[in-house]
């Protein structure tokens, strides 16, 4: 019998929802754009906030037909309500798809990955919020070419790779998404034109140091916990260390100990290897 392939998508976004939802008291899986605040975790919120009226303010004017892929918890689903759209939401997680429904009862909810939900457009408007950089590059797009209108718009707003990424087996490098000049190409051989673009990064970019500073405080617990066996139970500590070599390559255990240990992940170095932008696309 052939093995299941794990969702580590899925899992990955349903333990985020949690952390966001114990930080902040809402279901909002996005960066925050932090002008004028105070980079902490208690601004969090407000940051989200910001984010999501920056994005809603690139919307057409008018009433549409909005397919919401990648959409969460449902949060922008129900903002998008409240301004009188209509909203489809496909989410590949079952416990996501569980909060949209309730979240946007209004919505209709697929519980698919994009490339492979049966979707029934025209669209007036697809949304990528921090979604399209899970979607393979090739697909993302196209896709959404067979389900808009004649008239209609793609709303993009996502991380992308810079040309100063390079690829560290042994180092992760914060941020993610597809490359940019790689996306450049692919939007350059589609019937699309760039009506509205912006560059968010380093408005974007302090988001990254909250989850830091989170993993910091569990690395630095770690750290005491490992200085009192080391002193107290010895052969304890070394089997414990002896069971991770096992189970962990020397590749998990050095971005482990660099994501709990380090602070490499801060604004500077995520504005250096990506580019955060909004767009809005339309048809050619």
């Known amino acids: 019998m052939a093995r299941k392939k794990l969702n580590t998508q899925a899992v990955g976004l349903d333990a985020g929802l949690g952390l966001i939802h114990w930080l902040t008291g809402r279901e909002d899986m996005h960066y925050g754009l932090w002008d004028g605040l ?9 940051a989200q906030v ?24 449902g949060e922008t689903a129900k903002r998008l309500i409240a301004l009188g759209h209509n909203i489809d939401i496909v989410v590949p997680s079952p416990l996501l798809a569980e909060r949209c429904r309730t979240n946007a ?6 519980e ?8 029934t457009g025209p669209y007036d408007l697809c949304l990528f919020s921090e ?12 896709k959404c070419l067979t389900l808009l209108a004649e008239d209609g718009h793609i709303l993009l707003a996502d991380c992308f790779r810079s040309e100063a990424y390079s690829v560290d087996k042994m180092r992760a490098k914060v941020g993610g998404g597809h490359r940019l000049g790689a996306f450049r190409e ?9 009506e509205e673009e912006h560059d968010v990064t380093e408005a974007a970019a302090p988001s990254v140091e909250i989850e830091q500073a989170l993993f910091n405080v569990i690395g630095d617990a770690l750290t ?3 200085a009192e066996l080391q002193e107290k139970r010895p052969a304890r500590r070394w089997a414990i260390q002896r069971l991770l070599r096992l189970v962990l390559s020397e590749r998990s255990r050095g971005r482990l100990k660099q994501r709990l240990m380090e602070q490499t992940r801060n604004r500077e170095t995520f504005a250096e290897y990506n580019r955060y932008l909004m767009m809005r696309l339309a048809r050619a």
């Open 224 to 226: 005491r916990i490992d």
């Open 105 to 110: 009862p209004e919505a209709t909810v697929y």
């Open 38 to 46: 105070d980079v902490c975790a208690a601004n969090l919120g407000a």
């Open 50 to 73: 910001a984010y999501s009226e920056r994005l809603l303010s690139m919307l057409p004017k008018g009433s549409f037909r909005i397919l919401d892929i990648g959409g969460g918890a």
């Open 186 to 194: 692919t939007l350059e051989g589609l019937p699309l034109t760039v």
């Open 131 to 142: 979604s399209f950089q899970y979607i393979p590059l090739a697909k993302g797009l196209a």
């Open 112 to 119: 698919a990955r994009f490339e492979d939900a049966a979707l």
